[in-house]
């Protein structure tokens, strides 16, 4: 059977399908006792598993891509790749307005598990969309948009409701950036200026390990405004930040990395890693991420940092990063400007999972959120207390899918337990 893109979990659907058309994948939607629609496979959770059901892999369901210069939004396939959509939006001369770190992840598997970039004023992926197509348990094809109440439950959707087809997103004008990387800043400067730092660019991603004295990298994304001729004005770039010494070379330290220290576009910078090589440490891992508001990042790394000895030995590293305020309900940044802290971890699946409790007690006091599409331990009681509007989206559910069809154990656990 298939595999997630770590090949840890293995997927227990009793059957994959792979179709090309709307109407096709509609046929199957609604033949199907349970079934659950698959992208590029890079949860770590089991949200798109359906045991026993069948599974729609929609990554070969090309819709076309679209853009309406007029209403500057662009219509894309829900199974393509942000490296597909990125390149065919720059082509039209529109951008998103911000990035994951991967462009290989799907439209609607990063924004459905609530999927993010960084920046103080960048809102989650999800928060770009303007309307969802979707097949809905009956096989028929539904178009949600922002004058449907529904739409703020269902942008981060966790697949909940239907299959996704297409989804439609804002866009804006397209805009270049320079991205540069600062090494080796000491972890109590860090903490000491931590909003300083993570102000200082468009987009501030910041790496290392928990029990080290200093921090691996600060990873800047400034977005460039134009002079009268049109050219890029490039900021100033200092040779040292707070500790930190800028990595002044014409090519990235990875490889796999986007480039650094010369202008680009958008679509060239906003992620991390090219489109074009495996990204991260090359699926050898296992992720997760957890959120606490803005204004506890400080308190919270210093917890982590007192169990950094046991962290570390399972950890390749981790990234932090901002993420600004928004009213999707099951959004990690509902209601509150909000600091992640995102582990990839070496691919030891019994030590990971024996540090998810431990590390969720140590975050327990700053009200964390965990990302929905990686590995956690928060059970269904502290998710309704951490997620203000949970059965709220448990009735949006019920209401579109009053069978249950598109259901699995992961989103039972969302339930009130009898």
């Not at 609607?108 to 197509?133: F, P, Q, R």
Request: negative net charge; charged residues 20%.
């Amino acid at each position: 059977m298939e595999r997630n893109w770590c090949g840890v979990l293995r997927y227990s659907a009793a059957e994959v399908h792979y179709p090309t058309t709307v109407g096709q994948a509609q046929g199957l939607v609604a033949a199907a006792d349970r079934v659950k629609a698959l992208g590029t496979r890079h949860s770590f959770s089991t949200v798109a598993d359906s045991p026993g059901g069948i599974l729609l892999d929609m990554t070969g369901l090309d819709t076309g891509i679209t853009v309406d210069h007029q209403a500057m939004t662009a219509t894309v396939p829900a199974g393509s790749t942000y490296s597909v959509v990125v390149d065919a939006l720059e082509s039209e001369g529109v951008a998103l307005r911000n990035l994951g770190s991967l462009p290989h992840i799907s439209i609607a598997g990063a924004t459905a598990t609530g999927t993010h970039g960084s920046g103080d004023t960048n809102k989650v992926l999800s928060a770009a969309i303007i309307e969802l197509e979707l097949i809905t348990a009956d096989g028929s094809l539904r178009q949600v948009g922002q004058s449907s109440g529904d739409l703020a439950a269902m942008a981060v959707g966790l697949g909940a409701f239907g299959v996704i087809t297409q989804v439609t997103l804002e866009v804006e004008p397209s805009f270049d950036v320079l991205q540069d990387v600062y090494l080796g800043a000491p972890w109590e400067v860090f903490l000491d200026n931590l909003d300083e730092i993570m102000a200082s660019a468009y987009s501030v991603n910041v790496g290392g390990n928990f029990s080290s004295d200093n921090l691996r990298s600060f990873w800047l994304k400034h977005r460039l405004d134009v002079d009268h001729s049109g050219d890029p004005i490039v900021p100033e770039r200092p040779p040292t930040m707070f500790g930190a010494t800028l990595y002044d070379e014409p090519v990235a330290r990875n490889p796999a990395a986007t480039p650094l220290g010369v202008p680009g576009p958008w679509s060239q910078r906003l992620a991390h890693f090219r489109p074009d090589v495996e990204p991260s440490v090359a699926g050898d891992e296992l992720q997760s991420e957890w959120f606490v508001a803005r204004a506890d990042a400080a308190d919270a790394l210093r917890a982590l940092r007192d169990m950094g000895e046991d962290i570390d030995p399972h950890l390749h590293g981790f990234e932090l990063r901002t993420v600004a305020a928004d009213a999707l309900w099951l959004s990690p940044a509902y209601g509150r400007d909000t600091f992640s802290i995102g582990f990839t971890w070496k691919k030891h699946p019994d030590e990971v999972r024996a540090l998810l409790q431990p590390i969720e007690n140590a975050l327990s006091p700053f009200h964390v959120r965990p990302h929905m599409g990686k590995l956690s331990a928060v059970s269904r009681g502290v998710l309704a207390d951490r997620f203000d509007r949970l059965d709220d989206f448990l009735a949006v559910v019920d209401r579109y899918d009053p069978t249950s069809k598109f259901s699995n154990p992961y989103l039972q656990t969302l339930r009130p337990q009898d």
